[in-house]
Structures are given as structure tokens and as C-alpha cells.
């Protein structure tokens, strides 16, 4: 099972090679670290996730939580595994020491609930969003907040949500109309229903804390009146011991094509009395603070696609080197014993089509990862903010790339294994009908592309793109100096230039006003923009390959080959796209955008 939930020589390669994720030891937050120690914990979570998340991904997907008598019903085996998960103390892998945590790398952290998700993404749901709910508590909670609820949390006596999507205003969070009153004693009432709220009940742990975004009375309308709340599913007393139910009730479940394991949930608040809850942060800075979270958890999608993506790919793999069928062109004879699918052009490009999208997802979530230590322990202040730039600007690719083509890759997964891989006797349809959640929730593709052209590759007055640009050019100069990759440099930098000149044309309708018809193809422009930084990230895996090959690596020749193939095709079959995509960008195209209801 281990082998088909990740590569671990192109995990080792990707970590160790290629991010150089060693370099970040430099830090006095990592400097009890080494190697030893990075794979150790690389090594536990891979075995938790063979042994304890991977066996019952199917069980839950079959039967999945039920909702009888006011509770939720569920495997036994998802709270085996989650316990069995908290017992390593890998629920808080990259937290503080001070609080539970093993202090890992970002990278190294991630992979770990990586491959925690790619063996099972409906049980490791409930861990993952508690984690990221106790970050959001410990980046704008109080210090008592932060004892109180995040350090249980990080521990996994408590898990966590997030409570934004509300059933009449979906993506449009401005609209929310779940309303706060202020109490006597500092806490709050809250009174509104939310939906969509996944992990939202369960009987998974001692409680479960909402993070939930509400409405002050008297708030701006609009986002600007956003405020963020904690409220608890129990109440919680001063010396950490439970005490009363909150009003805080679960209307129904949501039942879904994929995740099943994972509960989605109706709930309302303040059905009697209002449910209590404690604003974190300032008042109507919630969305602000919310996006904390957010963010952290559209890195996490985009992990998840990739992991998704990666299983199939390998699941796949395995298939079309045993299962036996038909016989080579040229062979006539009828009596000649069939071949393996592998030996297939067409099968051959289809997992070729695989590799280069799941390693491609993979060095990008990484990339994201790396920065993220550099926003946080770079030497100077203007690395770090430089780091976080680059990291804002590419979290739109981040969560959107990944959930586009990994779930690509686990369709086309499906179509290596023919009519077997439309059936529920292998698990590819389930890897394809989970991944098909990410390209939704948390920012759909339209919501980060309008995020990445609207926002991000103007912040700053544009320089976190052109450093972007920047280290794009480095690697094609350095990818040029050697002859097996000069096609390749020059794939990438014709779809930069045409993504480049694209960003001007675009900027130029948005600065003059339009800024409807320069954005109504944002949804292209990201997947073109995508496309060239994952291009980027192959030509940088092709270049340290060509090293391995010369001696200065630790994979064998195989691997490099196979590395440097993946590289050719992605930059001979996809980056060509980006050039069309381009031109179709630069004339501010408004056909969609003109197209009326009732022409439909």
C-alpha cells in the first residue's frame, strides 16, 4: 500500500534535491534538526497512512456518516485512526515545541498530512481543518483563547472548523446574515444557520470549536462588517474542564459525491438564546483574519488534489504494468501472447500525461511550503517580505493548478484502467470522485483567478510578479547553458513572454476603468499563468536531473531519465497552450461577458 500513496524517490528528490529543503536547518527554529530527523517523521506519517488511514478509505466511502436520533453515526475506524494519528503528535508537526509540536519545516510537515490525505482525504478532513482552525486562533486569538482552545486542539483533545457559507449567499460572504450581540460579561450571542460546514459534528472529540464569521450590530454592510468569532460546540471552563452544551445545533447532513468519510453539515446557532461565541481579533476584521485560515487552507486543497492525483497516477501505473492486453502493431498473429498494457503508445502517454501532472502539483505545493518558512525566519525583513509576497501571489496557483489537472490525471487514471476503472472494483473512481470537491470549495477557479489577475499580480505596485518573472528568466538562462534542455527553455520562455505581455494589455483596460471586460477571463489567464510557473518548476527539476546524471545526485539513472522525459512533455505538449491562451487574453474577448440570459 505504501508505494501507491506516494513516489518516495521522488518525494526524497522533490525535498532534498530539488527545494533543498535542508537549507531552511540554517534557522535557529529547525536547528535541532537533520536529515535523520526529517525523514523519521516522513517515515511516521507515511506509515500511519499505510496502516491506519489507507485500509478503511473505501469502508467510508460505502457507508458513510449517518445521522440518527440528534447525533452522527460513523465508522469505528475513523476514530482509531485519528487517535492512533494524535498519539504520534503529528497533529502539531510544525508547532512549537512548547506547545506539543515537533517544530518540522513546512515542507516536511505538509508532506506529512500530504500523504495522510492522498491515503485516505475524508478521515485526515477532520484533523486538517482543526489544525488550521488552531492556527487562526493562535495568529489573532487572546493568550487565553490560544490556552484554552488552540493547545487542546493542536493535541486533538478538541477539533475545529470553519462556519462561513450560509444557504442564500454561498461564495458572496458579504452577504452573510449571521448576527452577533454583544453580552454583558465580553462574550457574544450568535443567531444564524450556516451550511456546507464540513467536519461540523461528530463524536470524534471532546468537543469542536467554530470559527465562525457573523455580523456586529450596527456593521458596515458588505465584507467591511465582518466580524470573526469562536464558539464552541461545549463550553469550556476556566480550568479547561467542559461544561454546559452551547447552543449550537445540527440541522442535517450534506451527502456528497466524494469525501463521504468527511461529515457536511447544516448547523444553526442561537435556536435557544443564541449560541455563545467570543470575537477574535477586532470587530469587523473577520474576513481579514478569516483568510488566515483561508489561505492556509487553499495550500491544503491544492496539496490534496496533488495527493489525489499522485495515488491514482500510481494505482494506474501498477495496472498497466500487469494487467495483459492486446498485442504490439505489427504483430499479426493471433496465437502471440498479449502484452502488458504498458507496452501501449497511447497508455504510455497517458500516464506520461499523469507523471508530469502529479510531480509538476507536487514541486509547486512544495515551492509554496518553502516559501512559507521564508516569510517566517529569513535572516532579513526584506526576505521575509519578499517571501510572503511571492507567497500570496501564488496561492491562487497553489489551490487552483493542482485541482484542475491532478483531477485530470485521476480521470485519465480511470481511462488506463478501461470499463475495470468505471466500476467499483478498483479505487480510481473514488480518487476522481474525491478530488472533484477542490476545484469548488474553498475558491472556486473563477474566485482565484479574479483573486490572481485582479489582485495579486498588481499588489505591491507589481513587484512581487516581476520577481516572479525574474527567477522564471534565471532558470531559462541556466537551462540554456546545456544542449538536452535549450528546446525546453524555449518552450517556457515563449509562454512567458506571452503571458508577460498578456499582464500588460490586461493592466492596461484595468488601470482606463474596465475593469469587468479586463477580468471576465480571469479563470483563462490563471490556468495560463499556472501552466508557465509549473513549467518553470519542471525545467528546475530537468536541470537538477542532468546533475544527477553527471553525478551530484542520490535517485538512479532511471529516475532522471524519467524526470527529464517529463519535462519534455510538458513543455512540448502543454506550455504550447499558454501561447494560444495568451492571444485570446490580449484581446480583452468579450463573448462570454456579452452573452445574455435569454440567448441561453
Excluded at 450590530?217 to 467591511?224: F, I, Q
Excluded at 476522481?432 to 477542490?438: I, M, V
Aim: hydrophobic share 40%; with cysteine.
Amino acid at each position: 500500500m505504501q508505494q501507491k500513496i506516494v513516489s518516495a524517490q521522488d518525494l526524497a528528490f522533490q525535498l532534498y534535491e530539488l527545494h533543498e529543503v535542508e537549507k531552511v536547518l540554517r534557522f535557529e527554529r529547525y536547528q535541532d534538526h537533520n536529515r535523520e530527523t526529517l525523514q523519521a517523521a516522513l517515515d511516521l506519517a507515511l506509515k500511519v497512512a499505510a496502516e491506519e488511514f489507507a485500509p478503511h478509505a473505501r469502508l467510508v466511502d460505502e457507508e458513510e456518516p449517518t445521522f440518527e436520533n440528534g447525533r452522527v453515526q460513523m465508522r469505528p475506524e475513523v476514530r482509531k485512526a485519528l487517535d492512533v494519528l494524535k498519539s504520534t503528535g503529528l497533529m502539531a508537526a510544525s508547532h512549537d515545541y512548547a506547545r506539543g509540536g515537533m517544530q518540522l519545516p513546512s515542507a516536511v510537515a505538509q508532506m506529512c498530512v500530504g500523504m495522510l490525505k492522498g491515503a485516505n482525504v475524508g478521515t485526515q478532513g477532520y484533523a486538517g481543518l482543526t489544525i488550521a482552525a488552531a492556527n487562526l486562533i493562535l495568529a489573532h486569538g487572546t493568550d487565553e483563547q490560544k490556552s484554552r482552545y488552540a493547545e487542546p486542539m493542536l493535541a486533538g483533545r478538541f477539533f475545529g472548523t470553519m462556519c462561513l457559507t450560509e444557504p442564500h449567499a454561498g461564495s458572496s460572504l458579504g452577504d452573510l446574515r449571521t448576527r452577533a450581540e454583544p453580552q454583558q460579561n465580553g462574550s457574544y450571542r450568535l443567531f444564524g444557520n450556516k451550511i456546507f460546514i464540513s467536519a461540523g459534528d461528530h463524536e470524534l472529540s471532546d468537543n469542536i470549536i467554530h470559527m465562525v464569521l457573523a455580523r456586529l450590530p450596527g456593521a458596515p454592510a458588505g465584507v467591511k462588517g465582518i466580524s470573526l468569532f469562536l464558539v464552541p460546540r461545549i463550553l469550556v471552563n476556566e480550568d479547561g474542564s467542559l461544561g454546559e452544551r452551547n447552543d449550537v445545533v445540527l440541522a442535517g447532513l450534506i451527502h456528497k459525491m466524494g469525501y463521504r468519510g468527511t461529515t457536511s453539515t447544516m448547523l444553526n446557532f442561537g435556536e435557544v438564546g443564541g449560541a455563545v461565541g467570543y470575537l477574535v481579533g477586532q470587530p469587523h476584521q473577520g474576513l481579514a483574519a478569516m483568510f488566515h485560515m483561508m489561505n492556509e487552507a487553499r495550500v491544503g486543497v491544492g496539496l490534496g488534489s496533488v495527493m489525489l492525483g499522485y495515488t491514482g497516477y500510481l494505482h494506474a501505473l501498477e495496472y498497466a504494468r500487469e494487467r495483459k492486453q492486446g498485442r504490439p502493431l505489427g504483430e499479426k498473429e493471433p496465437a502471440t501472447p498479449q502484452v502488458a498494457l504498458m507496452q501501449h503508445a497511447d497508455i504510455r502517454r497517458l500516464l506520461l500525461t499523469q507523471k508530469a501532472y502529479v510531480e509538476g502539483g507536487l514541486a509547486l505545493c512544495l515551492q509554496g511550503a518553502m516559501l512559507v518558512d521564508e516569510k517566517k525566519y529569513a535572516e532579513t525583513p526584506e526576505q521575509r517580505e519578499l517571501a510572503a509576497g511571492l507567497l500570496d501571489l501564488l496561492t491562487p496557483v497553489i489551490k487552483s493548478w493542482p485541482s484542475r489537472y491532478c483531477l485530470e490525471a485521476n480521470s485519465l487514471a480511470i481511462q488506463v484502467h478501461g470499463g475495470y476503472g468505471y466500476t467499483r472494483e478498483y479505487p480510481v473512481e473514488q480518487f476522481f470522485r474525491d478530488n472533484r470537491l477542490n476545484p469548488i470549495h474553498e475558491g472556486t477557479h473563477g474566485i482565484q483567478g479574479m483573486d490572481l489577475l485582479g489582485r495579486k499580480v498588481s499588489m505591491a505596485d507589481g513587484r512581487y510578479y516581476r520577481e516572479l518573472v525574474s527567477r522564471i528568466e534565471s532558470t531559462i538562462d541556466d537551462a540554456r547553458q546545456h544542449d538536452r534542455l535549450s528546446a525546453n527553455a524555449g518552450s517556457l520562455e515563449r509562454a512567458l513572454n506571452a503571458i508577460v505581455e498578456a499582464t500588460r494589455v490586461i493592466n492596461e483596460v484595468k488601470v482606463a476603468g474596465s475593469k469587468e471586460k479586463a477580468l471576465a477571463n480571469a479563470t483563462l489567464y490563471l490556468d495560463a499563468f499556472g501552466q508557465v510557473v509549473v513549467g518553470w518548476l519542471w525545467l528546475r527539476q530537468a536541470l537538477k536531473a542532468q546533475a544527477g546524471l553527471s553525478g551530484f545526485g542520490e535517485q538512479t539513472e532511471f529516475f532522471y531519465q524519467g524526470k527529464l522525459r517529463a519535462c519534455d512533455y510538458f513543455c512540448r505538449y502543454e506550455l504550447p497552450t499558454v501561447v494560444t491562451t495568451s492571444e485570446l487574453l490580449k484581446q480583452i474577448d468579450s463573448t462570454a461577458l456579452d452573452m445574455f440570459d435569454e440567448a441561453f
